[in-house]
């Protein structure tokens, strides 16, 4: 089992630039593929990006392709986000996740077994 904790979000005039991280407990760390996820108010949670296990290949959501970059350093556990160009439609609650499964799709919430608590982003406009 793995544990997860955001660090990071903020309120944030539009666009300017926030660096999320995810601490994550435990030896395994580098055996899950991660991925990052927002929800607004009253809306799904939706998919952000995500990373394979080492970190050779990357996904994004067609709505920040370009803007965020996703990253993770396995010898400190830890997975990043870099938001660039923030937008006031990028104002939620972002959280990590991991998932045990290497296959599949990365882009299902549905996918991912362990999640953070998440942490607030709010883009003013």
């Known amino acids: 089992q793995v544990q997860l904790v955001e660090s990071g979000g903020g309120l944030v005039q539009a666009g300017g630039s926030l660096r999320l991280s995810c601490a994550a407990s435990g030896r395994t760390f580098s055996s899950y593929p991660m991925g990052w996820f927002r929800q607004a108010p009253e809306k799904e949670r939706e998919f952000v990006a995500a990373i394979s296990s080492i970190g050779s290949s990357t996904y994004y959501a067609d709505s920040v392709k370009g803007r965020f970059t996703i990253s993770r350093d396995n010898a400190k556990n830890t997975l990043y986000l870099q938001m660039n160009s923030l937008k006031p439609e990028d104002t939620a609650v972002y959280y990590c996740?991991?998932?045990?499964?290497?296959?599949?799709?990365?882009?299902?919430?549905?996918?991912?077994?362990?999640w953070g608590q998440g942490t607030q982003v709010t883009v003013s406009s």
């Open positions: 996740a991991a998932r045990k499964r290497r296959g599949g799709s990365y882009y299902s919430k549905s996918e991912y077994d362990y």
